[in-house]
């Protein structure tokens, strides 16, 4: 009897089959950036955005200083419990940016809100921020965790290491996670910032997402590979 003869087809087929099923499964993420354009975006004033390198790029200069913060607002929706994932980078590890989330812009074009904070260091890297909402900016540093009760007391305690970006000019990943009142903030898989807010006052189920260039010195920062998953 002769023994069965096996392809190298017959045995690559399951495993090319089950790779294509795993990568064809709907993790519920969808890209709300095409790469190529800014379609879908909108910021009152759009001579400091552009696409550059594959990326969504902000940049001020002497010849166009950026003197009042600047916000590029998704236009898909208002997002409430979703999850965000980006990839960023500041030139030369330099500048102040954030990606603005469950907020407004007011008639200025400033955004007002929460704000996953973007910086080369320090406490404000990777911070949970409550921009212009006459609430302490700095609600959770870098590294801590924050739970604000329904009064507005905060009690804020450290959570972890702080994290820092990578060196200059390589991209950096951000995860961002907000379902009801908690809000959970990763750096380079990193966990940076954990919020629970409880403030009957203080609190925004949903809003705008937005991103930031900061006012004040010439700088330029991208994002790109920007996935967004709302979340039921």
């Not at 924050?146 to 820092?164: A, F, I, L, Y």
């Not at 330029?220 to 039921?232: G, N, S, Y």
């Amino acid at each position: 009897m002769k023994e069965p003869r096996w392809s190298t087809t017959s045995f690559l087929l399951p495993l090319i089959l089950s790779s294509f099923l795993l990568a064809g499964e709907d993790d519920g993420f969808k890209p709300i950036f095409d790469g190529k354009t800014l379609k879908g975006w909108k910021a009152p004033e759009m001579s400091y955005w552009s696409v550059r390198d594959g990326a969504i790029t902000a940049e001020s200069t002497e010849a166009n200083p950026c003197t009042s913060n600047q916000f590029l607002v998704w236009q898909g929706g208002d997002v409430a419990d979703f999850e965000l994932k980006a990839k960023f980078r500041l030139a030369g590890n330099r500048g102040n940016s954030g990606i603005q989330f469950r907020s407004k812009i007011d008639s200025k074009g400033m955004g007002i809100g929460y704000q996953a904070d973007i910086l080369p260091g320090g406490p404000w890297c990777g911070a949970l921020a409550d921009e212009y909402t006459g609430r302490e900016p700095l609600m959770v540093p870098n590294g801590h965790k924050t739970v604000v009760d329904v009064d507005g007391k905060r009690t804020c305690t450290p959570v972890g290491e702080p994290v820092r970006l990578r060196k200059p000019g390589e991209w950096n990943d951000y995860h961002i996670l907000a379902r009801g009142h908690r809000m959970v903030l990763k750096v380079n898989g990193q966990v940076s910032a954990e919020f629970t807010d409880n403030d009957a006052r203080g609190f925004d189920p949903s809003g705008i997402l937005g991103l930031q260039l900061r006012s004040g010195a010439p700088m330029k920062v991208q994002f790109k590979d920007i996935f967004l998953k709302q979340l039921p």
